[in-house]
């Protein structure tokens, strides 16, 4: 009941009629993330695609300039000395085949993995595992790469990936509600830049039909679409 009145409380801040700015949502966010923890900040952007079509899937990566505010786990599955210099580089596991074996066993205690090509015909056996996790490294996301150094510490320091799903929807966090405001809509500016820019010549009409900001517990809040025209 608690929780529920809370939501309620939240609700009645912010005005599901209208659609607002970045610097707009962001505050209403912050003022209703009022959670017993530290909320994620999350967005959601439902795009103009049919994701059935190869070239309308869209995929990516993006550097956040200030990051998720989130450890990330990074595995990097590489034959020495590349597992060495992922370790130098900051990944919190590396290896060949002892990882191998772990996530055949049901591992995947691990946020991102990032794959040299000469192991992909290996790890590419273990689809059925890391498919619907998410984790499959792709050479589109980076995450296959001769050099995982550099692919590591730039995941560490606040890259993420990306990718539409079946209803034509990208979804990400790419915050925490502490941030201060100016940092979140950063970090929103930058996300919405990368999807104006990965629009596919083949859509029809309208790219993105609506943008959404939401804690992790708290109400989403609409913004105005044309906010992303600034990217074009």
């Known amino acids: 009941m608690k929780q529920s009145k809370r939501h309620k409380t939240n609700s009645q801040k912010i005005d599901k009629n209208k659609f607002y700015s970045i610097e707009e949502a962001v505050e209403k966010i912050k003022e209703t993330a009022n959670a017993k923890f530290i909320e994620s900040f999350d967005i959601a952007v439902r795009l103009g695609v049919d994701p059935k079509k190869a070239d309308q899937s869209i995929r990516g990566t993006v550097s956040l300039p200030h990051g998720i505010g989130k450890s990330v786990r990074v595995l990097v599955?590489?034959?020495?000395?590349?597992?060495?210099?992922?370790?130098?580089?900051?990944?919190?596991?590396?290896?060949?085949?002892?990882?191998?074996?772990?996530?055949q066993s049901g591992w995947t205690d691990v946020d991102v993995i990032i794959a040299s090509p000469d192991v992909m015909g290996d790890l590419g056996k273990l689809g059925k595992i890391l498919g619907p996790r998410g984790l499959m490294p792709n050479p589109k996301s980076g995450t296959v790469t001769l050099d995982v150094a550099k692919a590591v510490k730039e995941v560490k320091a606040g890259k993420i990936e990306f990718r539409v799903d079946k209803a034509g929807v990208v979804h990400a966090m790419i915050g925490k509600t502490n941030f201060e405001k100016e940092k979140l809509v950063e970090n929103v500016n930058t996300f919405l830049v990368t999807i104006m820019r990965m629009k596919p010549s083949t859509v029809k009409g309208q790219y993105v039909k609506s943008i959404t900001l939401s804690s992790t517990m708290g109400v989403g809040v609409f913004l105005d679409k044309n906010v992303a025209n600034f990217a074009h």
């Open 77 to 103: 599955v590489a034959k020495s000395p590349k597992d060495q210099e992922a370790r130098d580089a900051g990944a919190d596991f590396a290896g060949y085949q002892e990882y191998l074996e772990k996530i």
